[in-house]
């Protein structure tokens, strides 16, 4: 959050030594449109986002239209007296989103799942691909014929007797420990 404020500041004090603080204010005017500013904003320039840790925008959503004026002006009185649909057309000419439509889940997931999952597949078709058209096949040592073969001479020639396989082997009642 700092590195966004600090940011915001270096990019308005360079917007304001290149072109002047006028010209500077006139380019956000003309970006914000007829947008009421009506405060600070999270990072200090008169822009719009719905955020559910800085609730509070610094321009209005829509612009003024003279059913927006009209209802500003009811809102001064008693809000006893606006309907729920008045609440709520002031409340949408100010904010886009309620905090519960904020906070409701976007469905990002499945995308982040998705391109997990074919990424996977990728890579598992490659290795397919690379197994079948680069790879030589397995030795034929390696079936179970060969190893039994393997595992029988280690045994006669009594490979590695203190802590190996020949370690395990009783040579007296010719079966494992």
């Known amino acids: 959050m700092a590195n966004v ?3 915001s500041v270096v990019l308005r004090t360079a917007l304001r030594a290149k ?3 006028r010209q500077s204010h006139d380019m956000i005017a003309q970006k914000i449109g007829k947008r009421e500013v009506v405060g600070h904003g999270w990072n200090g320039l008169p822009v719009y986002a719905d955020r559910v840790d800085y609730p509070m925008p610094a321009i209005r959503f829509k612009e003024n239209t003279r059913d927006v004026l009209a209802l500003r002006e ?3 009185g008693d809000w006893k007296k606006m309907s729920v649909q008045e609440k709520k057309a002031l409340y949408r000419a100010s904010f886009c ?3 519960a439509e904020m906070k ?3 469905g990002e997931w499945k995308a982040c799942l998705g391109a997990a999952l074919i990424a996977a597949s990728m890579s598992l078709i490659g290795m397919m691909l690379l197994k079948a058209f680069v790879y030589e096949p397995i030795p034929e040592t390696f079936d179970e014929e ?3 073969a393997q595992l029988k001479r280690m045994l006669d020639l009594n490979i590695n007797p203190i802590h190996g396989v020949s370690s395990k ?3 007296d009642n010719n ?3």
């Open 5 to 7: 404020n600090l940011a």
């Open 19 to 21: 072109i002047g603080t």
């Open 74 to 76: 009811k809102e001064k």
């Open 97 to 99: 989103q309620t905090f």
């Open 104 to 106: 409701h889940p976007t």
């Open 146 to 148: 060969h190893q039994k």
């Open 169 to 171: 082997w009783d040579y």
């Open 175 to 177: 079966k494992w420990k």
